[in-house]
């Protein structure tokens, strides 16, 4: 009896042994690695001590050290570098370069230097006069402007895509038209409107016309306040709860 049972075991089980071994020794064939875990890169614990993609706004260079005012607005992707002074309600947008790596550049009060404005100075300059860079008081300077070594007197308008070469002086209450091209040592006589390449008196400002000028630096002062609120540590989101507080009566 136990032979039989025996017997008939091995008869049922040898094939379904065989069907298995052939199995695994196929897959085995196909696949001859085994599968390995997927890895997933986790980020490094010191990734703030070596990466440096950031953009630096402000770049000393020796012994000089960028000079920005408390209330003066500065974007974020600005590189201001070496010998500039940025003064009280002033702005510099975005994209903007002050590099002040051979002489001084000055920014005056309720100045504006706008998008993507690129601001040097010379070691001197060939006509004489002084080589830093002086952006005096309410003066707009418009996107993609190009100023070296030139002096801007109060109450100006530099439109768009000028340049303004080495030792060209832009005296007060005057507007240079947009595109136009200042040679070095060039002046403009106060209250006048200069355009062209090079540029060339137009006419003489209306009184009204003049009027307007540190108008529009004001505007723009106003504007970067929006902007300067934005870019603060804590964001401004306390300002919206100190406006809850005082709709309900709370005292702030």
């Known amino acids: 009896m136990a032979t039989s049972i025996a017997r008939f075991s091995r008869k049922t089980l040898t094939p379904t042994l065989i069907r298995r071994f052939s ?3 196929a897959a085995l064939a196909t696949n001859p690695d085994p599968p390995k875990p997927k890895l997933t890169p986790s980020p490094s614990p010191n990734r703030a001590n ?37 003064w009280d309600g002033s702005s510099v947008w975005n994209g903007a370069v002050l590099r002040g790596d051979l002489n001084k550049i000055t920014l005056g009060f309720c100045s504006n230097v706008q998008e993507r404005c690129v601001v040097h100075a010379a070691w001197a300059s060939p006509t004489g006069l002084p080589a830093e860079t002086l952006i005096d008081r309410y003066v707009t300077v ?11 007197e109060p109450e100006c308008i530099i439109g768009q895509h000028s340049i303004l070469m080495e030792g060209s002086l832009v005296e007060t209450r005057s507007i240079l038209e947009a595109g136009s ?31 307007e000028i540190p108008k529009l630096a004001v505007a723009i002062n106003h504007l970067s306040g929006d902007h300067f609120s934005e870019f603060l540590p804590y964001s401004t989101v306390y300002l919206e709860v100190e406006k809850f507080k005082k709709s309900l009566g709370i005292h702030v």
Do not use: H, M
């Open 23 to 25: 199995t695994s020794s």
């Open 50 to 86: 070596w990466d440096y993609r950031g953009q630096r706004q402000i770049i000393p260079l020796g012994q000089w050290l960028p000079k920005v005012a408390v209330d003066a607005y500065v974007a974020p992707n600005v590189v201001l570098a070496g010998q500039v002074t940025v």
């Open 142 to 152: 418009g996107a993609y402007s190009l100023l070296r070594s030139c002096t801007i």
């Open 181 to 211: 091209v200042l040679p070095p040592g060039r002046r403009i006589p106060s209250g006048e409107l200069w355009g062209g390449n090079p540029a060339r008196f137009i006419r003489t400002l209306t009184n009204e016309e003049t009027l």
